[in-house]
């Protein structure tokens, strides 16, 4: 059993940080995912987070870094946000920070976007799952960076939220 502080959540606030947040991408991928590319997605990431394009939220406890979400304005739809990239370390699962990343995304500057979008791959039920309680639908079930493994894209449309 792991102790637990209650997390901190915060975006990115230095080069440390960036670093820190690097490192855990990095070691998150060893998992199960394995994305092709994987190790040139952190390098132009790092990039993107560094010149402001894209954001991150950070979670940490006990000041060490336990999750992360990445997003940005989608490159080519104006007035959507793209979700990158949700990281929970294994150990620290199940616990909502999750859920209130998501939820900092979704209001953060909300005037600026009217929809998200992000994709999943298909065997992560739990995300997709997450993901669906929390008003994102199924949009389609594609084979977007593998064509062995196929990918879920879900949308959330903020217009239709209150």
């Given amino acids: 059993m792991f102790d637990f502080d209650f997390a901190t959540f915060r975006t990115l606030s230095s080069r440390r940080d960036l670093s820190v947040l690097i490192n855990f991408l990095m070691i998150q991928d060893l998992g199960d995912l394995r994305y092709p590319n994987?190790?040139?997605?952190?390098?132009?990431?790092?990039?993107?987070?560094?010149?402001?394009?894209?954001?991150?939220?950070l979670t940490l406890s006990y000041g060490k870094l336990v999750g992360n979400l990445i997003y940005q304005p989608h490159k080519e739809l104006p007035r959507v946000r793209e979700l990158k990239n949700l990281r929970i370390d294994p150990n620290y699962r199940f616990r909502n920070f999750a859920r209130f990343m998501l939820r900092q995304a979704e209001v953060r500057d909300s005037?600026?976007?009217?929809?998200?979008?992000?994709?999943?791959r298909a065997d992560q039920e739990p995300l997709i799952y997450l993901l669906t309680t929390?008003?994102?639908?199924?949009?389609?079930?594609?084979s977007l960076y593998d064509p062995s493994t196929?990918?879920?894209?879900?949308?959330?449309?903020?217009?239709?939220?209150?």
């Fill in 38 to 57: 994987y190790e040139d997605w952190v390098q132009r990431c790092e990039y993107e987070l560094d010149i402001g394009y894209k954001t991150a939220i």
């Fill in 111 to 120: 005037g600026s976007f009217d929809l998200i979008l992000c994709d999943v």
């Fill in 134 to 142: 929390l008003g994102y639908r199924k949009k389609q079930t594609v």
């Fill in 150 to 162: 196929l990918d879920v894209v879900m949308v959330k449309d903020l217009k239709r939220v209150a």
